[in-house]
């Protein structure tokens, strides 16, 4: 998958225009009106429809509160999590040589495939109450984050990865031949080079696990204070027709999305700069 | 040496962790799919309720796929050889569908197209139900997967510049003869990779569309769906024999990718 790109079109372009594009802008802007703004304008103006203190309240009632709670800290885990294990895992796609290495390259982005009510069936089948291995750790917050971090998994691999490729390994050999260990050479001098794209990575699973929803669905058991996350909690209040409630909740958690695009955004930029 | 039990280990803790999250998971639900035999997995995906929910998720597939194609290649030229006020807040908002949670999607098309809304009871006046009817479930679909190609489509417009296509207007040629024979040609391999995993994510979308179907079985019940609800009604084999279909589509998928961009890492 294709992520962290520089806006595109930068360069200067001064020729020939293209003359339908006053008609393609108009197909464009009437698509993502339809599909996407008004509709998600229209969830923000119903979150307001009773006022703030309503708004304010619905967010706060104790179980949407600590499903909010809950969803942010463990997005926070797993994204600490893939931050690790990806930024790992890249290196050893990178750097080593093993037989299959090719099979386990196209495995990582599996989880983008995968319908998430899949995968979340999937985990509960190893995970769940009938376990093979005697594992269960169905209905605890553990399996939410499991769900979580199987969701999110290729994003740190994916925006680390390229970076790897191509950093030049001519600095890594000065560094060794001026006597740094491979702790210190891997600190000082690849490290660095990665943060942007680990960055990138992150914030991208950040947003994706906040907003997950499917893959929680069968192995978390929706547990009012315990397991249940934001989007099943909006599930719930849209179920009951509590539809203000539910658009409350909502727009908090487009909020939080909103800032992490933002944030996103502005972390490419400084990737870029950094060439 | 110190330097290969690094590299072992690491080799070790990265495998073990993928085996331990993606691959023996995936595996064991195919062992289980057909722990006894192919019978019961065909008995179970041949139901009325089966064959309908997958035939009715291939068809919104391919309206959500044939529109965000379109749209994904207009997008593309737009955001790299437009020049218009707005570009750069268009380049960063079209990204939005992906961090929106499906259920706040699904929500958002209740309230601007629902049967008590202004739109959607213009809509039903006229014999249309968009909400709780296929319409809702391709928008749900359209909206989840909309970025897909352009991110695909739009680096590679980038990459491959306009010189081309100047020079196709210098021959004078018109601006679809210089998208069919030079712009096309050269975007294919990106558009039908954007296009593969445009497909993946309709194929596999639940929140968004558990939302606004009304979850009619064989009537609005996708494959997803079906998973779900037969695992809440401990047909454990059916939601099984799904499940196997849907990864089993998914692993195609990747491999397809895998063919597109052979060159992908090198």
Redesign the interface.
């Known amino acids: 998958m294709a992520v962290a790109t520089a806006p595109p079109g930068e360069r200067a372009r001064t020729r020939v225009r293209v003359p339908a594009s006053g008609v393609g802008l108009g197909i464009a802007t009437l698509y993502l009106s339809t599909i996407v703004f008004i509709p998600l304008g229209a969830i923000i103006l119903k979150s307001q429809d009773a006022g703030w203190s309503t708004f304010w309240s619905a967010v706060t009632a104790p179980q949407a509160w600590a499903a909010l709670q809950l969803t942010i800290g463990i997005s926070l885990v797993v994204t600490l999590v893939n931050i690790v294990m990806g930024t790992l895992i890249a290196w050893v796609l990178v750097r080593d040589e093993f037989p299959g290495k090719r099979v386990v390259d196209t495995l990582i982005d599996l989880p983008f495939a995968l319908p998430t009510i899949v995968a979340g069936l999937v985990l509960l089948a190893l995970y769940g109450a009938k376990s093979p291995v005697g594992i269960d750790i169905a209905y605890t917050r553990l399996a939410v984050a499991v769900a979580l971090a199987f969701v999110t998994l290729p994003f740190v691999v994916r925006t680390v990865q390229p970076v790897l490729l191509e950093l030049d390994r001519e600095m890594e050999e000065a560094a060794a031949s001026l006597g740094a260990s491979r702790l210190t050479t891997f600190r000082r001098v690849i490290l660095p080079n990665l943060y942007p794209a680990i960055a990138a990575g992150a914030a991208l699973s950040f947003a994706r696990a906040i907003s997950e929803f499917g893959s929680t669905v069968l192995i978390s058991g929706n547990l009012p204070f315990k397991t249940q996350v934001a989007s099943v909690q909006i599930f719930g209040q849209i179920e009951s027709d509590n539809i203000v409630a539910a658009a409350a909740i909502s727009t908090a958690l487009l909020v939080v999305s909103l800032v992490v695009l933002v944030g996103i955004d502005v972390l490419q930029r400084w990737g870029v700069r950094r060439g | 040496m110190g330097?290969a039990t690094?590299?072992w280990s690491?080799?070790l803790?990265?495998?073990g962790?993928?085996a331990l999250?993606?691959?023996?998971?995936?595996g064991?639900?195919f062992w289980?799919t057909f722990q006894h035999g192919f019978s019961p997995f065909w008995h179970a995906i041949s139901s009325p309720a089966a064959t309908h929910a997958l035939w009715l998720t291939v068809q919104i597939a391919l309206w959500a796929v044939a529109a965000n194609t379109v749209?994904g290649v207009?997008?593309s030229?737009?955001?790299?050889?437009?020049?218009?006020p707005g570009?750069?807040v268009?380049?960063?908002?079209i990204?939005?569908?992906?961090?929106?949670?499906?259920?706040?999607?699904?929500?958002?098309?209740?309230?601007?197209?629902g049967r008590n809304t202004t739109v959607g009871s213009w809509f039903g006046g006229h014999g249309v139900d968009i909400i709780y009817a296929i319409p809702g479930m391709v928008?749900a679909t359209?909206?989840v997967s909309?970025p897909l190609v352009v991110?695909?489509v739009?680096?590679v417009?980038?990459e491959i510049?306009?010189e081309q296509e100047?020079a196709a207007?210098t021959l004078g040629a018109g601006?679809w003869q210089t998208f069919w024979r030079i712009t096309l040609p050269s975007i294919r391999w990106a558009l039908a990779y954007g296009v593969v995993?445009t497909l993946?994510r309709c194929?596999?979308?639940?929140?968004a569309v558990?939302?606004v179907s009304g979850r009619v079985v064989g009537k609005t019940q996708t494959?997803?769906l079906f998973?779900?609800e037969r695992?809440q009604d401990f047909d454990q084999p059916a939601?099984?024999a799904m499940?196997f279909v849907?990864?089993a589509v998914?692993?195609v998928?990747?491999?397809t990718?895998?063919l597109f961009r052979p060159e992908r890492?090198r």
């Open positions: 330097s690094t590299r690491m080799r803790v990265a495998l962790y993928l999250l993606l691959i023996l998971p995936v064991l639900v289980r749209f207009i997008v030229l737009l955001l790299v050889r437009g020049r218009f570009r750069r268009l380049n960063a908002v990204d939005l569908p992906l961090a929106v949670s499906p259920v706040v999607v699904g929500l958002s098309l209740i309230l601007v197209y928008l359209v909206f909309l991110r695909e739009a680096p417009l980038e510049g306009d100047q207007w601006g995993l993946a194929l596999g979308e639940f929140g558990a939302v494959a997803t998973v779900e695992f939601a099984y499940a849907l990864a998914a692993i998928v990747l491999i990718i895998n890492h």
